[in-house]
């Protein structure tokens, strides 16, 4: 590569593209779930069917993650990256166009592999380019564009599904893809890969996948005694898995990461716990706000927006402020404030103030902004060039292994507290007590998550970077 111009040129395009990349990926997820209804009326799908709309992307992208990552190292990141972005412009062409419910479900794991290539790629493009001291602020301005496809996806979507039907939810991605793909073409010079080190491991891979696979299945059963046995016996392939990876001459994961590098663990045991702690409340305060509380959708919305919009406005400048303060210092505060604001959600009642609300809420934002940019880069900094495509693939693993997590702590406090009956005037209560207790075990988990964050030691740039 030149250096000069031609880098800056590079790191701009590569800036652009991953980006935009980030804030596709969120804001599909969230403007499709305000499309559901529609496209159960359309399609006549049932409840049952219509959580697949949803469920087939997360499970898809959750099992690809890693041997995305994988790839990427042995062949290319920007290969990957731009076949990833055409599988998913493709895929969402084939959403828009689906005319039953099981093929819009399978363009949905098509549009989910496509998504786990970007991720899996997209982050390690960025730290390929950009150099220890300007990453912090490039992987800050990543993370922003991911909560605002959060915070605009319900927004633009709603838009979209009222003026143009649920397809131009799904339309609405092919300009913007076919755009990044012009912008790596023209803009994105160069190639980011590791020295070939073996075949790809698809043994490895395919215990991966259905020990995932089988994990997120137990969860969606909680808490049902099938459940947990399905969870366990999840969690023993996991073991497996490891233990494979050990011996293995080019494994998937290259499990000493884990065992020799502890910046490396301890960071993605801290985002672990933080997103466990973390993704099931929007999901929790939503239907507090328009079960218990009154409200409807769109008012919901705007109470709930104040959390990522204080996430998006400070991403930027934590992961800039990381470049310079040791990073288990930024993270760890960010927990700390992360902690604090679930805490004050153990007081939540049916008369709880609005503003009480929207300021717990606020602080919450700043601490999950506080923490992801610095931890990122911390995961990142912590590998050689050989590893960003895995490191990257293993930031968005943890992520998905967090969302469901939280998501299953949600699900069996609330089948305890109120069970699977629709939400009553009678049992609010009820359900306002079970969201105590649940934001009661997440606090505690945030200070596990502190433990952990605080654990990593001081910032080390790995050597060959």
């Known amino acids: 590569m030149n250096q000069g111009s031609d880098t800056r040129s590079v790191q701009r395009a590569a800036f652009v593209v991953a980006t935009t990349a980030s804030f596709l990926m969120p804001f599909m997820g969230a403007s499709a779930n305000v499309a559901v209804p529609s496209i159960g009326e359309d399609l006549h799908m ?5 959580t697949w709309v949803a469920t087939a992307f997360l499970l898809a992208a959750a099992v690809a993650l890693l041997p995305a990552g994988r ?3 042995m062949v290319g990141r920007k290969r990957v ?3 990833g972005t055409f599988v998913y412009t493709a895929a969402s062409l084939l959403c828009g166009l689906s005319p039953s419910g099981d093929l819009l479900i399978a363009a949905r794991v098509l549009q989910g592999i496509g998504a786990s290539m970007i991720f899996g790629t997209g982050l390690a493009i960025l730290t390929s380019v950009f150099p220890p001291g300007e990453r912090g602020r490039a992987i800050g301005f990543n993370v922003a564009a991911v909560y605002m496809g959060l915070s605009l996806g319900p927004f633009v979507g709603g838009i979209l599904v009222k003026h143009f039907g649920w397809r131009s939810v799904f339309l609405f991605n092919v300009p913007l893809g076919l755009a990044v793909l012009a ?13 070939a080190r073996g075949g790809f491991d698809f043994w490895g891979a395919a215990i991966y ?7 997120m299945y137990g969860v969606s059963l909680f808490p049902s005694q099938g459940g947990m046995i399905v969870a366990c016996a999840a969690l023993l392939g996991i073991v497996g898995f490891y233990l494979v990876e050990r011996k293995h001459k080019a494994p998937l994961v290259d499990v000493s990461l884990f065992s020799h590098n502890h910046q490396f663990l301890f960071s993605n045991l801290a985002a672990l716990v933080h997103y466990s702690a973390t993704f099931g ?3 929790l305060l939503s239907l507090y706000l328009q079960a218990a509380r009154g409200f409807d959708p769109q008012e919901a919305g705007s109470i709930l927006i104040a959390q990522p919009i204080m996430m998006a406005l400070v991403s930027p400048f934590a992961g800039k402020i990381s470049d310079r303060v040791q990073p288990r210092i930024v993270a760890s505060t960010g927990m700390g404030l992360t902690c604090l604001s679930l805490a004050g959600m153990t007081f939540l009642g049916l008369t709880t103030p609005l503003v009480v609300v929207v300021g717990i809420l606020a602080l919450l934002g700043l601490g999950f902004a506080l923490f992801s940019s610095p931890n990122t880069n911390a995961v990142m900094n912590s590998v050689g060039p050989a590893s960003y495509g895995i490191a990257s693939a293993t930031v968005g693993t943890m992520r998905v292994l967090g969302q469901m997590v939280s998501m299953g702590i949600a699900t069996l406090v609330l089948g305890q507290k109120v069970g699977r009956v629709h939400l009553e005037p009678g049992m609010y209560g009820s359900f306002v007590e079970g969201i105590r207790t649940i934001m009661l075990i997440f606090s505690v988990l945030c200070l596990i998550g502190i433990a952990f964050s605080a654990a990593r030691g001081k910032r080390v740039v790995h050597p060959d970077q």
């Open 281 to 283: 409340v929007t999901f």
């Open 81 to 83: 990256f731009s076949l």
């Open 209 to 215: 996948a259905v020990s995932l696979v089988s994990l």
């Open 46 to 50: 049932d409840a049952i069917a219509l």
């Open 71 to 73: 790839v990427a190292d």
């Open 183 to 195: 912008t790596i073409r023209m803009g994105l010079r160069g190639e980011w890969k590791a020295e």
